[in-house]
T-cell receptor
Framework: EAGVVQSPRYKIIEKKQPVAFWCNPI?????LYWYRQNLGQGPELLIR????????DSQLPKDRFSAERLKGVDSTLKIQPAELGDSAVYLC???????????FGPGTRLTVT | GDSVTQMEGPVTLSEEAFLTINCTYT??????LFWYVQYPGEGLQLLLK?????DKGSNKGFEATYRKETTSFHLEKGSVQVSDSAVYFC???????????FGTGTRLLVSP
């Protein structure tokens, strides 16, 4: 069974540029999560989807971050414009609805210069 | 709010040594507790979990016991291997288990 797929794995951009990350969850997993992991820290939840509905986006900086999960499968996280402080690893995870175990993708390492 | 505190690393051990990584938590209600491991260049993998007080989670020789009285979930392994070198994260799952709160991670380095 394929795991959570993320792309790209690495991205380097200049500040003020836009960037987008893509995630394909495990087949059949209704719940999808985006986390941000700063260097030397644990992941922090940005947004959680149940199917196509964002049910917890309280930690998403809505002035520059947006996310979507059309058709309740793949998801895209966007930053526009990026700032130096956005440099981090962006992790996607998925789980069954109401599931207790989240499965993580390899992450996208973003560097903003 | 909910929080997790882990011992700072790196933890440096020789192969076959005994490992303990301390983890304590603060939470309302009765959270589930998890240990995740992150190998270089990879995503987080669930190592073990415990869903109620006094439960012991175990996997690959690692184990941790959910201690409600001390709000702890320390990770232990009797004999570490070089291949165990990684970053270990303690996490708690709140009501509904939908939101994981992670500690800052502890890097383990095992030398031959």
């Amino acid at each position: 069974e394929a795991g959570v797929v993320q792309s790209p794995r690495y991205k380097i951009i200049e500040k003020k540029q836009p960037v987008a990350f893509w995630c394909n969850p495990i087949s059949g997993h209704n719940t999808l999560y985006w986390y941000r992991q700063n260097l030397g820290q644990g992941p922090e939840l940005l947004i959680r989807y149940e199917n196509e509905e964002a049910v917890d986006d309280s930690q998403l900086p809505k002035d520059r971050f947006s996310a979507e999960r059309l058709k309740g499968v793949d998801s895209t996280l966007k930053i526009q414009p990026a700032e130096l402080g956005d440099s981090a690893v962006y992790l996607c995870a998925s789980s069954l609805a109401g599931g207790r175990e989240q499965y993580f993708g390899p992450g996208t390492r973003l560097t903003v210069t | 709010g909910d929080s997790v505190t882990q011992m700072e690393g790196p933890v440096t051990l020789s192969e076959e040594a005994f490992l303990t990584i301390n983890c304590t938590y603060t939470a309302t209600g009765y959270p589930s507790l998890f240990w995740y491991v992150q190998y270089p260049g990879e995503g987080l993998q669930l190592l073990l979990k415990a869903t109620k007080a006094d439960d012991k989670g175990s996997n690959k020789g690692f184990e941790a016991t959910y201690r409600k009285e001390t709000t702890s979930f320390h990770l232990e392994k009797g004999s570490v291997q070089v291949s165990d070198s990684a970053v270990y994260f303690c996490a708690l799952g709140g009501t509904g288990f939908q939101k994981l709160v992670f500690g800052t991670g502890t890097r383990l380095l095992v030398s031959p």
